[in-house]
């Protein structure tokens, strides 16, 4: 299974640690880069380390937004692209790291429907307090099922590839492309207000999650999967 990852300059060694942690502990595969911000020099120190199992592409500026680090559009662009590619792919972020065996790992994601997402399990983790008015509207998901329903981490996800799998990513993509939808970014205290149960906006990871709600892809929380 290959491994996807993005990043900018600032957590291009982070992205280095996590491929060596890959090729340790994983499935030492393909690996698609996405960068951004990124000199020469990043592309040519990965084609050194690397040669030709990092395939390093450029985020394209597809939107407005495409390259702003506070909306995170670029991690949803990677994740297209990967399914684009018509395979089975692992995505984390570029801070993660693989730190034990993932042998049973394809096994697991057979066994969750061809697909690992995993939900936090705090109350307080529900999209009602991470999403924004607009986002809930714009995505169709403006109801109290949606606001009910747990957040995702978006940082780790891996997928089997299928038509199910492609029209979800193509409309997490599509929304995403709606600086509305994506926006506004972190930090941006209660954005609906101070009435407002929302206390901060999660730019891809709400979209995720709504849509997760909205497929039925919903999964519970495995503390053994998310360990």
């Known amino acids: 299974m290959r491994l996807t990852t993005v990043t900018n300059g600032r957590f291009f060694f982070n992205a280095v640690n996590l491929i060596n942690s890959y090729k ?60 684009d590619a018509g395979e089975d792919f692992l995505y984390l972020d570029a801070a993660h790291e693989i730190v034990r065996p993932t042998t049973e790992l394809k096994k697991d994601i057979s066994d969750r429907d061809g697909r ?31 606001r009910e329903s747990s957040q995702y981490a978006a940082g780790i996800q891996a997928w089997e590839f ?32 101070p009435s407002s149960p929302c206390i901060e906006h999660r730019m891809d990871q709400a979209v995720f999650s709504l849509l997760i709600a909205k497929h039925g892809f919903n999964q519970d929380f495995d503390l053994d999967i998310a360990h």
């Open 116 to 146: 690992l997402i995993i939900p936090y399990g705090s109350e307080m983790l529900r999209n009602k307090h991470w999403v924004t008015k607009k986002c809930f509207e714009k995505t169709g998901c403006d109801s109290e099922r949606y």
């Open 24 to 83: 340790i502990n994983s499935f030492d595969e393909e690996v698609l880069f996405f960068g951004f911000d990124l000199t020469d020099e990043h592309y040519s120190y990965l084609k050194h380390k690397y040669g030709d199992q990092v395939r390093a592409e450029e985020i394209e500026n597809v939107c407005p937004h495409a390259k702003d680090p506070r909306l995170f559009f670029y991690k949803v662009y990677a994740i297209k692209k990967s399914m």
């Open 162 to 193: 299928s038509s199910e799998h492609q029209a979800f990513v193509d409309e997490m993509y599509e929304l995403m492309m709606d600086v509305e939808v994506a926006g506004p970014p972190p930090r941006h205290q209660y954005p609906d207000g």
